[in-house]
């Protein structure tokens, strides 16, 4: 099917439609995230896992260079199940640290 996009981009879609929900719609940054990290966890009913930072939730975190409802927003950091999984300030720490399926 043409024209059919990937998770990957539509989760990046996902943050920028939230921040013009905060731009636009007059959302409070604090809304527009939950957009993209609490309420998903809710409607999937994991709420209890993931969602929010909380203790006891699984830790899967991004750490924004930026703005991360901005389309300039570039992830510094990402940590995967509280393991970092990606630096960008670390040479070889990034996307072909982990392979598909560990």
């Known amino acids: 099917m043409a024209g059919k996009l990937k998770p990957d981009v539509l989760a990046a879609l996902a943050d920028w439609k939230a921040g013009k929900a905060v731009k636009y719609g007059g959302l409070s940054e ?15 009913g994991i709420e209890n896992r993931v969602g929010s930072i909380e ?3 699984d830790a899967d975190l991004v750490l924004w260079d930026g703005y ?3 389309s300039y927003g570039v992830p510094a950091k990402v940590w995967i199940d509280g393991d970092l999984y990606f630096d960008r300030s670390l040479p070889g720490l990034g996307m072909p640290h982990f392979q598909e399926g560990e």
């Open 30 to 44: 604090t809304e527009a995230l939950a957009m993209v990290t609490l309420n998903p966890a809710k409607q999937l």
């Open 55 to 57: 203790a006891g939730k």
């Open 68 to 70: 991360p409802l901005s």
